[in-house]
Nanobody
Framework: QVQLVESGGGLVQAGGSLRLSCAAS????????MAWYRQAPGKERELVAA???????NYADSVKGRFTIFRDNAKNTVYLQMNSLKPEDTAVYYC???????????????WGQGTQVTVSS
Protein backbone atom coordinates (compact mmCIF):
# COMPACT_ATOMS: atom_id res chain seq x y z
CA GLN A 1 0.00 0.00 0.00
CA VAL A 2 2.80 2.39 0.88
CA GLN A 3 4.75 3.33 -2.21
CA LEU A 4 7.90 5.42 -2.50
CA VAL A 5 8.96 6.52 -5.97
CA GLU A 6 12.44 7.94 -6.36
CA SER A 7 13.98 10.03 -9.10
CA GLY A 8 17.00 12.21 -9.75
CA GLY A 9 19.87 9.76 -9.67
CA GLY A 10 22.49 9.65 -12.37
CA LEU A 11 26.09 10.25 -13.32
CA VAL A 12 27.83 13.44 -12.28
CA GLN A 13 31.41 14.68 -12.10
CA ALA A 14 33.13 15.33 -8.80
CA GLY A 15 32.19 18.73 -7.48
CA GLY A 16 28.81 18.65 -9.17
CA SER A 17 25.31 18.53 -7.74
CA LEU A 18 22.25 16.31 -7.87
CA ARG A 19 18.83 16.51 -6.30
CA LEU A 20 17.04 13.30 -5.41
CA SER A 21 13.26 13.24 -5.03
CA CYS A 22 11.01 10.72 -3.32
CA ALA A 23 7.25 10.89 -3.76
CA ALA A 24 5.21 9.00 -1.20
CA SER A 25 1.70 7.62 -1.45
CA UNK A 26 -0.53 5.35 0.62
CA UNK A 27 0.31 7.00 3.95
CA UNK A 28 -0.13 10.21 5.89
CA UNK A 29 3.12 11.71 4.73
CA UNK A 30 3.24 14.78 6.95
CA UNK A 31 3.37 12.89 10.26
CA UNK A 32 6.08 10.38 9.40
CA UNK A 33 9.84 10.49 9.52
CA MET A 34 11.54 10.43 6.13
CA ALA A 35 15.14 9.56 5.42
CA TRP A 36 17.71 8.77 2.79
CA TYR A 37 20.06 5.82 3.07
CA ARG A 38 22.79 4.64 0.75
CA GLN A 39 24.63 1.41 0.10
CA ALA A 40 27.80 0.79 -1.85
CA PRO A 41 28.79 -2.70 -3.06
CA GLY A 42 30.22 -4.78 -0.23
CA LYS A 43 29.20 -2.26 2.41
CA GLU A 44 26.31 -1.99 4.82
CA ARG A 45 23.46 0.36 4.21
CA GLU A 46 24.01 3.61 6.08
CA LEU A 47 21.85 6.53 7.07
CA VAL A 48 22.66 9.64 5.06
CA ALA A 49 20.05 12.11 6.29
CA ALA A 50 16.73 12.07 8.11
CA UNK A 51 13.97 14.57 8.75
CA UNK A 52 11.18 14.26 11.29
CA UNK A 53 7.60 15.41 10.95
CA UNK A 54 8.58 18.50 12.93
CA UNK A 55 11.41 19.38 10.58
CA UNK A 56 14.36 18.29 12.71
CA UNK A 57 17.24 16.93 10.63
CA ASN A 58 20.16 14.59 11.16
CA TYR A 59 23.11 13.93 8.85
CA ALA A 60 25.95 11.50 8.56
CA ASP A 61 29.25 13.18 9.38
CA SER A 62 30.53 12.43 5.90
CA VAL A 63 27.88 14.59 4.22
CA LYS A 64 27.44 17.45 6.69
CA GLY A 65 27.77 20.79 4.99
CA ARG A 66 27.27 19.28 1.54
CA PHE A 67 23.87 17.58 1.62
CA THR A 68 20.51 18.99 2.65
CA ILE A 69 17.32 17.06 3.29
CA PHE A 70 14.00 18.85 3.11
CA ARG A 71 10.37 17.98 2.62
CA ASP A 72 7.34 19.46 0.94
CA ASN A 73 4.31 18.08 2.73
CA ALA A 74 1.92 19.61 0.22
CA LYS A 75 3.52 17.45 -2.47
CA ASN A 76 4.17 14.39 -0.27
CA THR A 77 7.78 14.58 -1.37
CA VAL A 78 11.14 14.51 0.36
CA TYR A 79 14.31 15.73 -1.32
CA LEU A 80 18.02 15.29 -0.91
CA GLN A 81 20.07 18.13 -2.33
CA MET A 82 23.62 16.91 -2.87
CA ASN A 83 26.35 19.46 -3.54
CA SER A 84 30.12 19.18 -3.85
CA LEU A 85 29.79 15.52 -4.70
CA LYS A 86 32.74 13.22 -4.23
CA PRO A 87 33.54 9.79 -5.72
CA GLU A 88 33.03 8.38 -2.23
CA ASP A 89 29.36 9.34 -2.50
CA THR A 90 28.84 6.75 -5.23
CA ALA A 91 26.16 4.33 -4.06
CA VAL A 92 22.58 3.25 -4.46
CA TYR A 93 20.41 5.72 -2.57
CA TYR A 94 17.19 4.57 -0.94
CA CYS A 95 14.25 6.59 0.28
CA UNK A 96 12.84 5.47 3.62
CA UNK A 97 9.61 6.17 5.43
CA UNK A 98 9.14 5.18 9.07
CA UNK A 99 5.59 4.77 10.29
CA UNK A 100 5.07 4.63 14.04
CA UNK A 101 1.78 3.60 15.63
CA UNK A 102 0.45 3.47 19.16
CA UNK A 103 -2.11 1.19 20.81
CA UNK A 104 -0.65 -1.19 19.77
CA UNK A 105 2.78 0.31 19.36
CA UNK A 106 4.80 -0.55 16.28
CA UNK A 107 7.48 0.76 13.96
CA UNK A 108 7.44 -0.09 10.27
CA UNK A 109 9.99 0.89 7.65
CA UNK A 110 9.17 1.23 3.97
CA TRP A 111 11.69 1.57 1.18
CA GLY A 112 11.94 2.93 -2.30
CA GLN A 113 13.42 0.88 -5.11
CA GLY A 114 16.77 2.65 -4.95
CA THR A 115 18.42 5.01 -7.40
CA GLN A 116 22.02 4.87 -8.54
CA VAL A 117 24.27 7.86 -7.95
CA THR A 118 27.68 7.69 -9.60
CA VAL A 119 30.29 10.39 -9.10
CA SER A 120 33.27 10.32 -11.43
CA SER A 121 36.67 11.79 -10.62
Amino acid sequence: QVQLVESGGGLVQAGGSLRLSCAASGSIFSINRMAWYRQAPGKERELVAAITSGGSTNYADSVKGRFTIFRDNAKNTVYLQMNSLKPEDTAVYYCNQRITTRQPSSISDYWGQGTQVTVSS
